[in-house]
């Protein structure tokens, strides 16, 4: 009899994968593996709050631009009813 099982593709693929899961913890339990994983987050966060100063600083800008040309508009707007009167 022996060990003729150990052959079939389907009893190595659930060793394979038990081996994996028994790996996969040791790695996720590891200090480095928290290390790397607080700097990744701490890293995410202030990509975040550099990109939130940013859209905000657009933003700013956008409006200021949008009121001189409205202010441009409204003065060329004068200039005409000043030219026809």
Do not use: P, Y
């Not at 790695?27 to 966060?45: F, L, N, P, T, W």
Request: aromatic fraction near 8%.
């Amino acid at each position: 009899m022996g060990f003729k099982f150990f052959k079939d593709a389907r009893v190595l693929s659930f060793i394979g994968g038990a081996a994996a899961v028994i790996c996969f913890k040791k790695i996720i339990e590891s200090q480095k593996a928290h290390d790397v994983c607080v700097s990744g987050v701490a890293k995410g966060m202030q990509l975040f709050t550099e990109a939130k100063a940013t859209a905000v600083n657009i933003k700013e800008e956008a409006e200021d631009i949008c009121k001189e040309a409205r202010s441009t508009i409204a003065d060329e707007e004068k200039d005409e009813v000043q030219d026809r009167s």
